[in-house]
T-cell receptor, first 112, second 110 residues
Framework: SQQGEEDPQALSIQEGENATMNCSYK?????LQWYRQNSGRGLVHLIL?????REKHSGRLRVTLDTSKKSSSLLITASRAADTASYFC????????????FGTGTRLKVLA | KAGVTQTPRYLIKTRGQQVTLSCSPI?????VSWYQQTPGQGLQFLFE???????NKGNFPGRFSGRQFSNSRSEMNVSTLELGDSALYLC?????????FGPGTRLLVL
C-alpha cells in the first residue's frame, strides 16, 4: 500500500491534556503536512514541515519530523473539545507520480 | 477570498451510470487535485491538474477521468459506476504546495 500509517488509530483524552499522534511513511519526501477533518467533511490544513526542517510550531500545534526514521509527530497542547476530529498526515514524495500520500488518520476525541 | 467549492454536495446514482463532479478552486490557484475517501481505503489520490494538464495520477482505473478548464475549474468524471465507487470525493486547490480542500461531494452508488 502507498499509504502512510498513523498511530494511534483512535485517542480519547480530557480537555486540557496534550494529544500526540504519530505518522510513519515509506518513501523520501519533499514535505509533510498535517490536516484535520471534522465528521467526514473537507480537510483543513494545519501545518507544513519541509524535509530539511526538524520541528515547527503553530499556536498550540507542534510538529516534528525525523526523516531518518521516516516519521513525524503532531502534538496538540492544552486540548479543547473543539479539537475533536480526525487528523491526517500527508507526504509529498520526491519521486513517482503520486502528488500526496495520506496516512490512515487518528480519530481524536476530547472530552469536556 | 472564497474557498474551494464543490458541486453537487450529494449525489445518488445507480450501477452502470456515469457521474460528473465539479470543483472551483480558490481564485489564483492553478493546481487542482482530486481524492477519493472511503472508510476502507482512506484518502487516495486520484489526479492533479495544473494549467489544464494532468500533472500527476494515482492508481485508479481508466473509468476515472478529469479535466481542467482555462479558468482552473476542474471536473471529474466516473463512468460505468460500481458499488465500490461510493465515497466522499474531495478536491483541493493549491498555490504553493499547501492544499486547501473543498467540502466534498458524497456519492452513493446503488
Amino acid at each position: 500500500s502507498q499509504q502512510g500509517e498513523e498511530d494511534p488509530q483512535a485517542l480519547s483524552i480530557q480537555e486540557g491534556e496534550n494529544a500526540t499522534m504519530n505518522c510513519s511513511y515509506k518513501t523520501s519526501i519533499n514535505n509533510l503536512q498535517w490536516y484535520r477533518q471534522n465528521s467526514g467533511r473537507g480537510l483543513v490544513h494545519l501545518i507544513l514541515i519541509r524535509s530539511n526542517e526538524r520541528e515547527k510550531h503553530s499556536g498550540r500545534l507542534r510538529v516534528t519530523l525525523d526523516t531518518s526514521k521516516k516519521s513525524s509527530s503532531l502534538l496538540i497542547t492544552a486540548s479543547r473539545a473543539a479539537d475533536t476530529a480526525s487528523y491526517f498526515c500527508a507526504t509529498a514524495p520526491t519521486s513517482g507520480t503520486y502528488k500526496y500520500i495520506f496516512g490512515t488518520g487518528t480519530r481524536l476525541k476530547v472530552l469536556a | 477570498k472564497a474557498g474551494v467549492t464543490q458541486t453537487p454536495r450529494y449525489l445518488i446514482k445507480t450501477r452502470g451510470q456515469q457521474v460528473t463532479l465539479s470543483c472551483s478552486p480558490i481564485s489564483g490557484h492553478r493546481s487542482v487535485s482530486w481524492y477519493q475517501q472511503t472508510p476502507g481505503q482512506g484518502l487516495q489520490f486520484l489526479f492533479e491538474y495544473f494549467s489544464e494538464t494532468q500533472r500527476n495520477k494515482g492508481n485508479f482505473p481508466g473509468r476515472f477521468s478529469g479535466r481542467q478548464f482555462s479558468n482552473s475549474r476542474s471536473e471529474m468524471n466516473v463512468s460505468t459506476l460500481e458499488l465500490g465507487d461510493s465515497a466522499l470525493y474531495l478536491c483541493a486547490s493549491s498555490l504553493d504546495g499547501t492544499q486547501y480542500f473543498g467540502p466534498g461531494t458524497r456519492l452513493l452508488v446503488l
